[in-house]
């Protein structure tokens, strides 16, 4: 079945480092959205990426999408210690219209002050 | 506020016993959604609806069941022939069933089974 696989499962960085998550899809994606779960909370919704080879940033955090539409980058510049949680993302069911989202099992980032 | 609500946030039940987690919107949207979290699991999905009177298994939906029978609800019951049920269950709502919707959750109920 579909599937969304995203690298590393943990990161520990020191204040001020770059942080970086990858995603891949099984399957073309019509889009990739991202999340971040601050501990103890739920996932709210970042961004989301529709375009080939798109780019967006948010202040530090700049996003990517594949050129294939198979991938995607989450990438924070100089991170705080604000930037702690898991980031996920997830992609829609291939083929449907309607349905759910497949997430990936997200990157779990610790800030160290 | 528009928003989406789960309670309780924390619940404790007796092994052996049904519990049922609530789930409500008024963002008016059409489909909801069940996932459960466990520690370096991700988001697994137990079940969703798109429409009314209406829903379909996810990845993990046995021990589980569900109702949709208003548009604001999608209660998930826990059953006793869940193995593990205890972790965190997250609820959440889109605008539609397209995949090009975003989805906003809830704050999440952690069910403890002693």
């Known amino acids: 079945g579909q599937q969304v696989m995203q690298i590393p499962q943990y990161q520990h960085v020191q204040e001020g480092e770059d942080f970086t998550t990858y995603c891949n899809s099984s399957?073309?994606?019509?889009?990739i959205q991202w999340y971040k779960q601050r501990p103890g909370g739920h996932p709210v919704f970042l961004i989301q990426?529709?375009?080939?080879?798109e780019v967006k940033k948010q202040k530090r955090l700049t996003f990517q999408f594949g050129e294939a539409k198979k991938n995607s980058s989450l990438h924070i510049t100089a991170t705080q210690t604000t930037d702690v949680g898991t980031y996920f993302c997830a992609g829609p069911d291939r083929g449907s219209t309607l349905g759910r989202l497949y997430f990936g099992r997200g990157t779990q980032l610790t800030v160290w002050p | 506020d528009g928003g989406i609500t789960q309670s309780p946030k924390y619940l404790f039940r007796k092994e052996g016993q049904n519990v049922t987690l609530s789930c409500e919107q008024n963002?008016?949207?059409?489909?909801m959604y069940w996932y459960r979290q466990d520690p370096g699991q991700g988001l697994r999905l137990i079940y969703y609806s798109q429409i009314v009177n209406d829903f379909q298994k996810g990845d993990i939906a046995e021990g589980y069941s569900v109702s949709r029978e208003k548009k604001e609800s999608f209660p998930l019951t826990v059953t006793s022939a869940q193995k593990n049920p205890t972790a965190f269950y997250l609820c959440?709502?889109?605008?539609?069933?397209?995949?090009?919707?975003?989805?906003?959750f809830g704050p999440g109920t952690r069910l403890t089974v002693l």
């Open positions: 959440a709502s889109q605008r539609s069933g397209a995949g090009a919707d975003t989805q906003y």
């Open positions: 990426l529709v375009k080939s080879g």
């Open positions: 963002l008016n949207h059409d489909a």
């Open positions: 399957t073309t994606l019509s889009n």
